[in-house]
Each structure stands twice: as structure tokens, then as C-alpha cells.
């Protein structure tokens, strides 16, 4: 992998592209940068929740009277003495909030670690032991907490559908009819949720772990009941979220509640352990794939339907259709969904929602039909290509998923294999190779920003989106010097507060697609104010010159087409005007406005190859290789960019062999609910990753042609693993994870 660049200027217009390392790298290393639970005020105080330790039923009383009495306990909040809470207008895409139900709404429980008081004291260890000595009584109800969701037997929603799926499917000569099953997956970003709530007068600013500051300003406004003008939200820096700091959760407003009764900062950062119940997670998903072909190998009809968990708090439709409709060509189609209620906390969106177990379990029933047909996997692919977006009828803006399946090819080297189950060794191991394609929407979004060109000679760049851990920052950057060549160490980036111009939320791999065009935008039309200035300001070389003969490279306003050390450093403009700072604004439009974009069909591309190492006498099985080939558009960042497939194909390893929530069937509680039990995928774990991009510009995007990075790097790797382990043993797994009993059952049955 190429090194990063730690670029000081001087790269001009060639910095869209490079190998940046991250400007904000060195404060994270050297322990500056504030994450949100780094935030300390004088008289802080410290909020720790209770939780329920029943799945399902009604608190019958609650006795807080020993806690409150406790030494450095503040305040006890519950039930019986909490302010009036708020829901959120319903399905309001511009406030969203993960749990409809405000914390303590009512008496009942929905399930195990919901949140039944908060204790606050002087400090994180009095308000644990008081938390403790809170005792509750319960009336318990029956939970619902069976894993299996398959005797559901209800109504199913329609998601897609085209000719006639199921006459299609039985007149067709090769038929897959199979099952796919992923478990509940716990996010386990490093950091923490975290708030830490401060009220001044009315107004409460909430230090946050937020993947969208402007969307949970919006929400907790609704929620508490005042102006949004009352409520600012800052996330300067995050440990990354994978979904689960999309929308506020119950702590939030807990955390502003106390700190508004007590008139103190509060701060209510989640244990781990709280993190497995309170804040979301990937729902388990079962999925029914009826693939019906021609024994050339052409898909006559797909048929997928799918059932996901919700919790009894809100409706959750994991969304497993996504990339089904438009990935391959298939006149005959049908997508049916229906959500089944269980006592557990309410899932949200994880890296990849709904494409990723959707593609897990098509690329899976893909594999199975290309070994029915005794065709190649790749070209099984290659015959079912898709000419435009049949789902929709839209023509692709950009789609290279049949380069992608080329070079993965031939950087894997597929043409050494034999398809035989078993066949391959190496060092007395057996291979499995297997491969997988993978989708992902590109999406643009509505962003505002400004670009300030200050008397300093500084550049600030302004907008209240935040750098989930992705590069955000750093992107930001690249485009301010590639605008006005000003080098890094005088390049401001400002976001992550809801005081700046409205931005885009970091989640769907879209807040760099969706934040270009505004700073763009914005520096461009600062550059046109400079330039004015340039030509009608007393004392300016340019003076009433043409505004469109000069041109802003490595700081300086000069001639176009003259060297820049003709010219003048900008700052000399803004100050011969008597200015402090030039201010230009942009805006990014969203697609669907876009008469650009909005009639295309607009996705990521990608094609996982997987290697595993099959030791069958020790029952050891390793991933030992994996390329990716991406098709994103244009590349912004070589290294923030690689980074994200990397981090990704290391979860979809976790999500391959280890990764699965489970609940205790009586309780509701997660047995492996921590760091030690919850399985997940680490370095020891991490093969060799091999990650290319094919940096085709999507210009429907934006101007740079970018289109996002990150969640694709997931989509195919686990239907890639087990298609390898059905290579290797024979075993085909379709519940994940790939368990060794499953391998082992296989060699016994052999026996
Ligand atoms: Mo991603 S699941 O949109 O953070």
C-alpha cells in the first residue's frame, strides 16, 4: 500500500487523489483530540443509568430511597418524577430518532438493560453504587426472545416486483430454493456513546457521539420540547459509530434532563456492557432466495423473502432488498419483507444495512446455482450483466462491476483453480477459494458550508458535518488547497457543531459525495468575491483589471497563465479592503433535485475474492488472503480510502466466522454482551488484504466524480468466505457465523 503523504502544499490541483495521511492524525496520537467523554466543566456531574433486569413486563414499584441518601447522590430520576418528554413527528427523515419511546414514558419494559432510572452524583463512583442500590420490582410477561423467526406466518410487505416470479421459477430447467440465515451483530465501535449535557438560561448545548450533529439537534428539540434554535450539538471527534450514532438514543435526553434539573453539566458516557443493549444493533435476518435459470446459466427468475427482528418499541426493516433488484439481469422478480417483534432493544442501521445481509445470502444462492450449472462463478456473473437498473428502468451512471470481476481475476489469480471441493493444498493445508460481488448506493444529499479567506492568510473551511474516523477532515483540506494552493498548516477545518452552516450526516458512505459540491462551491465563490476585490480595491496591483483574468494558486492572486510569484498572497486583498475575512457559501443540491442525476441509478460496485486455510485433522480454519476490487468513483483520498476497505474486509471476516449476539432465553440479557464474549475480528485474525480501486469519475456525483467509501468494503466478504469454505470442505454454511461444529459435523457424517 502506498504511504501516506503528510502534504504541507504544494501538491496544487494533484492532492484530489493522493495518499493524504489524516490532518487531524496527530492530535488523535498524541492524546488531544476531545472526544465527546473527554469533555470536563467545573461542577460536572456523573450519570449512570439502571437497568431492567426483565425483558418483559411493568416496573411495580421502584425503591430509590437508600441510593438517595447515599453520599454525593444528586438527583434519582425515573417514571414518577421525570420531566415531560416528547416523541418525534413519525418517519420525519429530518428528525430521526432510534427509539420512538422517550426514556421512562412509561411503567413498561420491552426488554433486558432498558433504562428504568439515572442516578447523578459527584462522581462516576458514587452515582455507580448509588445506581446499584436502586431496587425494583417487576411484573414479568412471557418474553418473546426465540431467536428463529420462521414460523412467521403473517402478512409480508412487497418491496419490488417485476413479470411473474413463481411461474417463472417453475418451468425453469435449474432451480436454488435455500435458506440464509445472519445473527444479531453488536456494533462495537471503540469509543463509546457518550453525552455530556450543558445548560445555560433556556438553551442546552449536548457534547455528543453523534454521526449527525444537525439531524440530533433537530430530533432532541422535538423531543425535549423547546426551540431548535435552544439546542446546539457539538462531536468534534469520533471513535467511529458504524451506524449506531446515526440518531439519538434514550441516554441524550436522560443526560439533558439531569443536567436541566440540577443545573450542572451532566455526563452519561455507556459501559460496553451497555452498549450490547442500549444503542442498537444489526438484526438477525432470515431470508428465503428462489433463483430459477436457464442451463446456460441465465437468471429467469429471483425471488427473495426476508424477515428481520424488530423490537416492540418500533417497526426496523433491515432493508435486505436493496441491492437485489438492479445488481443482476433477471426479467422475472419479487421481494416480499416482513418484521417479527422481540423483547430485545431496537436495532438500527450497521455498516452496510440491508445490502450487506441481503448480498450475503444472493451471492451465496449465486455460488450455489454457478456449482448446479457447472459454471464458473465469475462467469455466471458476467452472463447476467444488466444493461440499465431493472428495478427501476434507470440508466447506471457508472457501473464497472464487470472490470471489477476482470481484475479480481487476474490479481487473484482464479485461473489456478480447480473447482473440485478439496482439490487445492498448500503446505499440507486445503484451499478454499471463493469469490463474491457486492453493491452499495451512492447517495448526495442536501449540505451547506462556507469557505472564509481570512486577513490572516488562513483558510477556514465551515460545515456542521462531523469525521466519524473516516477522513472527513482530511478531505476537507485536500480540497481547500487544491482550490487556493494554500498548504495545510494554514487550512482550518471547522465542523462537528450545529453552530456552523447546516452539513451532512456521516452515515451511507455519502458525507464526502455530499459535502464536496458545498465547500467546493463555497471556495469557488470566495475566490469570486477576491477576485472582485482584486480589481476595483484601491492599492491592488489588478486594479480595474478583468476579474476573469486572474487566477488563486499557492495562495497568490495573480495573471492567468503567469507563474504565481507575479502575483500577490490573497491576504493582501482582503487586507487592502480593511477586511477581517472573505466569505464565500455553498450549497450541495441532492440528487433527487438534480436533473443531472436524479432519473440515473446511482451504486458502488465491488467484487471480493477470499483465500481460507482448512487444517481439517485440527478443525483450524483461517482466511489467509483477501482481494477487493472497487468501483466507488473517483478516489479523494488514497489512504483515508484504502483504510476503509481495509477496516471493512476485517469486519466481514468477524461477520464471517465470529461475530453473533446472544440473548439468554429466559432473561433477555446477551450472554456475550462484552468485549471478552462478543467475538470480533482482530489483527491476529487479519490476512493479507489486497484493496484496488478502478477510480472511474462518477460525474453525476459531483464534480470530482466521487461517490463514497466504506460500507461496500463489507458487502461481499462473508458470502466470499463461505463460498471458499464450501470450496475447501463441501460444507455449504448459510447460517452465519461459520462455526468449526458445522465443519466438524460435516467430517463426522463423512466418517
Ligand atoms: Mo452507516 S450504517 O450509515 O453509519
Not at 433491515?318 to 433488484?325: I, V
Amino acid at each position: 500500500m502506498a504511504n501516506g503523504m503528510d502534504a504541507a502544499g504544494g501538491l496544487g490541483k494533484n492532492i484530489i487523489g493522493a495518499p493524504i495521511s489524516r490532518i487531524d492524525g496527530p492530535l488523535k496520537t498524541t492524546g488531544t483530540a476531545r472526544y465527546t467523554a473527554d469533555f470536563h466543566f467545573a461542577y460536572l456531574a456523573h450519570a449512570v443509568p439502571v437497568q431492567s433486569t426483565i425483558a418483559s413486563g411493568r416496573i411495580k414499584s421502584l425503591n430509590t430511597s437508600v441510593a438517595e441518601k447515599m453520599p454525593g447522590v444528586l438527583l434519582v430520576l425515573h417514571h414518577g418524577n421525570m420531566d415531560k418528554l416528547y416523541r418525534v413527528v413519525p418517519n420525519d427523515s429530518a428528525a430521526t430518532t432510534s427509539e420512538a419511546r422517550p426514556p421512562f414514558e412509561d411503567e413498561k419494559i420491552y426488554h433486558w438493560g432498558q433504562f428504568v432510572a439515572l442516578v447523578v452524583g459527584e462522581t462516576l463512583e458514587q452515582a455507580t453504587a448509588a445506581a446499584r442500590a436502586v431496587t425494583v420490582e417487576y411484573e414479568t410477561k412471557p418474553a418473546s426472545l426465540k431467536p428463529s423467526l420462521s414460523d412467521y406466518t403473517g402478512k409480508r410487505k412487497s418491496v419490488s416486483k417485476r413479470g411473474d416470479v413463481d411461474k417463472a421459477f417453475l418451468g425453469a430447467p435449474v432451480k436454488i430454493d435455500q435458506n440464509y440465515i445472519t445473527p444479531v451483530e453488536t456494533h462495537n465501535p471503540i469509543e463509546m456513546h457518550s453525552t455530556v449535557a450543558m445548560w445555560e438560561d433556556n438553551k442546552v448545548t449536548l457534547y455528543e457521539t453523534s454521526q449527525g450533529v444537525w439531524n440530533h439537534r433537530l430530533a432532541m428539540a422535538q423531543i425535549l420540547g423547546i426551540p431548535r434554535e435552544n439546542v446546539q450539538v457539538v462531536t468534534k471527534f469520533l471513535g467511529s459509530g458504524f451506524g449506531g450514532k446515526l440518531f439519538p438514543w434514550p441516554h441524550s435526553a436522560l443526560a439533558a434532563v439531569a443536567a436541566r434539573r440540577l443545573d450542572r453539566p451532566v455526563k452519561l458516557s455507556l459501559s460496553r456492557k451497555m452498549m450490547f443493549t442500549n444503542v442498537g444493533h444489526r438484526p438477525r435476518c432470515e431470508q428465503r432466495f428462489k433463483i430459477g435459470a436457464t442451463t446456460d446459466g441465465k437468471l429467469v427468475s429471483l425471488r427473495q423473502d426476508y424477515l428481520n427482528h424488530t423490537s416492540f418499541i418500533d417497526d426496523i426493516d433491515e432493508g435486505c432488498g436493496e441491492a437485489t433488484p438492479y445488481l443482476y439481469s433477471v426479467p422475472n422478480l419479487e421481494i416480499t419483507s416482513a418484521l417479527v417483534q422481540r423483547n430485545t432493544g431496537t436495532p438500527s442501521p450497521m455498516r452496510g444495512p440491508g445490502a450487506v445481509p441481503g448480498l450475503f445470502a444472493m451471492e451465496s444462492a449465486m455460488d450455489e446455482l454457478a456449482i448446479a450449472l457447472k459454471i464458473d462463478p465469475i462467469e455466471l456473473r458476467l452472463r447476467n450483466e444488466p444493461l440499465k437498473d431493472e428495478g427501476t428502468g434507470q440508466e447506471f451512471s457508472s457501473r464497472h462491476l464487470k472490470e471489477c470481476l476482470e481484475v479480481g481475476k487476474q490479481k487473484f489469480g482464479w485461473d489456478k483453480r480447480t473447482a473440485a471441493v478439496g482439490s487445492m493444498k498448500r503446505d499440507g493445508k486445503i484451499l478454499g477459494w471463493g469469490m463474491a460481488a457486492a453493491s452499495w448506493g451512492a447517495y448526495r444529499f442536501g449540505a451547506t458550508a462556507t469557505v472564509e479567506l481570512c486577513a490572516d492568510g488562513r483558510v477556514c473551511v465551515r460545515s456542521a458535518t462531523q469525521d466519524v474516523g473516516t477522513g472527513t477532515y482530511t478531505v476537507f483540506a485536500q480540497v481547500m488547497h487544491e482550490k487556493t494552493g494554500v498548504p495545510f498548516d494554514r487550512i482550518d477545518v471547522i465542523i462537528g457543531d450545529t453552530s456552523l452552516p447546516e452539513g451532512s450526516m456521516s452515515g451511507g458512505s455519502w458525507a464526502t459525495a455530499t459535502s464536496l459540491p458545498a465547500i467546493s462551491s463555497a471556495a469557488t465563490n470566495a475566490t469570486k468575491t477576491l477576485m472582485q476585490m482584486a480589481v476595483s480595491t484601491t492599492g491592488s496591483p489588478f486594479l480595474d483589471q478583468d476579474p476573469s483574468k486572474l487566477e488563486l494558486s499557492e495562495g497568490r492572486v495573480h495573471l492567468n497563465g503567469q507563474a504565481s510569484s507575479t502575483g500577490i498572497p490573497f491576504e493582501e486583498v482582503v487586507k487592502l479592503g480593511r477586511l477581517k475575512g472573505i466569505i464565500g457559501e455553498g450549497k450541495t443540491i441532492p440528487t433527487f433535485e438534480d436533473p443531472k442525476a436524479k432519473d440515473l441509478s446511482l451504486h458502488s460496485y465491488a467484487v471480493q475474492f477470499v483465500e481460507v486455510e482448512w487444517e481439517p485433522e485440527i478443525a483450524r480454519l483461517r482466511v489467509s488472503r483477501v482481494v477487493t476490487v472497487v468501483d466507488v468513483g473517483r478516489i479523494i483520498n488514497l489512504k483515508a480510502a484504502t483504510n476503509q476497505i481495509l477496516g471493512a474486509v476485517v469486519m466481514g471476516i468477524g461477520m464471517g466466522l465470529l461475530e453473533q449476539t446472544t440473548y439468554e432465553q429466559r432473561t433477555g440479557q446477551p450472554i456475550n454482551g462484552s468485549m471478552a464474549d462478543y467475538l470480533m475480528a482482530t489483527c491476529a485474525d487479519s490476512p493479507k488484504i489486497d484493496v484496488t480501486f478502478l477510480n472511474y469519475p462518477d460525474l453525476a456525483m459531483n464534480e470530482y466524480g466521487a461517490r463514497g467509501v466504506g460500507e461496500i468494503g463489507l458487502a461481499g466478504v462473508a458470502p466470499a468466505i463461505t463460498a471458499a469454505v464450501y470450496h475447501a470442505t463441501g460444507i455449504r454454511v448459510r447460517e452465519l457465523p461459520v462455526r468449526i461444529e458445522d465443519l466438524l459435523q460435516a467430517e463426522l457424517r463423512e466418517a
